[in-house]
């Protein structure tokens, strides 16, 4: 396959091998349109020119494809290449590793509950948009700066294994020191099966090494069926006991003593840590409250919204004359007034002895200002919201790239607390120069444009929004 080094696959130009895995070879490649890199996952060259394969695999990967989240690595193209006999698919190229790189030792429990936690939101995602992994591992699991993580190779395992016939136990498709009992066995798996294999990583990071090891795959497959999870070690590495409990039940032999999404798993994480006295690894995601609380929320089609215009990345030049923060005129986060500091997500003043503000809670630190990494002419792109109803009428709130939470309760980074609005109602988040809006469940639905949402959607400047029954403006604008 190095043959492929310096040659074209479509409007890519390979520069250098980056990978090699069991199932594909990863390379980095350069793209002259968009003047960026990418990463390109060669499959099999052996299942190249099988037709039943060739479907399959533009099938799956047109699904994964529609997959936008901040936790799962993005999919630009897909396709196959008859000249150099190869099937490829192209990602979005992250230079910071693996989970699997990082795996020297044992972790702190926190640093490995937050990994894990992201995980689980990037395949909450994938799950109830039907998509099931099949391959959960660290080595699938990349990261950024900042430790953010980020899933890979979604679909891959079931497209090899629909085209092989493997059946026998020990011969599924897939990595078997996280292999789940069924999916050894091979019987059918579902998302539990995935949860299983989550927990499986969340036992490497607590202990240094995976639960079962031997010197063979049929032996790890046995392991996993029939013996226990080996607690002592856990206990050994001074794991606090509520975490362990947790782990034990994501990692229960039969599928249905298991938790039963992902989002269940989030719930039970956040908890154990709060029972073990010890602090959430991201300011964000303290507002998460046990799945019991959540509402059901009412389920739908999985689609993006129909007949809305092309996303708009860039700001237009009016908007920067507006009087809200961070524009001319305004005061700037950090900047010391005659007042005190002004607050970076609402504006409002501060005595220079508060670390949070007292209007909003924002950190007035600004620390998440690291994640506007998207500039034009050297300004980063942040996002906007305007409430039109309910106490907050009027107020604006900015949001840096990083990830961000709407609901009712604290925690959240913007907080509505009209009874309309879930505890834990919607997530926005930024990547590759569009932000994206997300429902998570909520009780009353997140619409855009009077559009109920089902999934992840890129949102518009000037898009109005509608979490419950509060409304909120939403806008692209320029940071200083």
């Known amino acids: 396959m190095d043959s492929l080094i310096n040659q ?12 090699v895995g069991g199932m594909a070879m990863v390379y980095k490649a350069y793209q002259p349109t968009l003047d960026r890199h990418v990463a390109i996952k060669i499959l099999p060259a052996s299942q190249s020119q099988d ?7 533009v099938q799956e990967a047109r699904s994964v494809a529609k997959l936008a989240h901040p936790n799962i690595v993005q999919i630009h193209d897909f396709g196959t290449d008859p000249n150099n006999n190869v099937t490829y698919i192209v990602m979005e190229y992250v230079d910071g590793g693996t989970l699997k790189d990082r795996l020297n030792g044992p972790m702190l429990a926190t640093e490995a509950v937050d990994f894990i936690i992201q995980a689980a939101e990037g395949l909450d995602c994938a799950h109830r948009n039907g998509i099931i ?7 699938n699991m990349l990261l950024r700066k900042g430790n953010h993580l980020l899933l890979s190779d979604f679909g891959i395992a079931k497209i090899l294994e629909e085209s092989t016939s493997l ?9 078997p020191q996280y292999m789940a009992p069924e999916q050894g066995m091979g019987q059918p798996v579902d998302r539990r099966s995935d949860i299983y294999s989550l927990g499986i990583v969340l036992f490497h990071c607590l202990c240094g090494s995976v639960p079962f090891a031997a010197e063979n795959p049929l032996t790890v497959t046995v392991k996993h069926i029939n013996e226990p999870l080996p607690v002592g070690r856990l206990t050994s590495a001074g794991v606090p006991d509520p975490l362990i409990q947790v782990l034990l039940k994501m990692s229960a032999k039969q599928a249905g003593d298991r938790y039963q999404s992902a989002e269940e798993v989030v719930a039970a994480l956040t908890s154990a840590l709060s029972a073990a006295n010890l602090s959430m690894p991201r300011a964000y995601r303290a507002g998460i409250s046990p799945a019991s609380q959540f509402g059901e929320g009412n389920r739908g089609p999985s689609g993006q919204l129909q007949g809305r215009g092309a996303p708009t990345p860039a700001v237009s030049s009016s908007l920067l004359q507006s009087s809200h923060p961070g524009y001319p005129g305004y005061p700037q986060q950090g900047m010391s007034q005659a007042g005190g500091i002004a607050c970076f997500r609402c504006g409002s003043l501060n005595p220079t002895t508060r670390r949070f503000c007292t209007s909003c809670g924002d950190e007035l630190a600004n620390s998440r200002a690291s994640k506007d990494t998207y500039t034009i002419n050297g300004r980063p792109i942040l996002a906007r919201m305007t409430v039109k109803t309910g106490l907050l009428d009027g107020r604006s709130y900015r949001f840096h790239q990083d990830v961000s939470t709407v609901g009712r309760t604290n925690g959240n980074d913007l907080i509505l607390a009209d009874q309309s609005v879930s505890r834990r109602h919607a997530r926005l988040w930024f990547t590759d120069g569009y932000w994206y809006l997300e429902n998570l469940s909520s009780s009353n639905g997140t619409l855009v444009n009077n559009v109920r949402i089902f999934q992840s959607v890129v949102l518009n400047d000037g898009d109005v929004i509608n979490f419950g029954d509060e409304v909120v403006v939403f806008n692209i604008v320029y940071g200083p």
Do not use: N, S, Y
């Open 8 to 19: 074209q696959l479509g409007q890519f130009r390979i520069v250098e091998r980056i990978g």
């Open 51 to 57: 037709p039943v394969f060739v479907k399959r695999f």
């Open 133 to 139: 992994h099949r391959d959960v591992k660290p080595a």
């Open 167 to 175: 059946t026998r136990v020990g011969t599924g498709i897939g990595t």
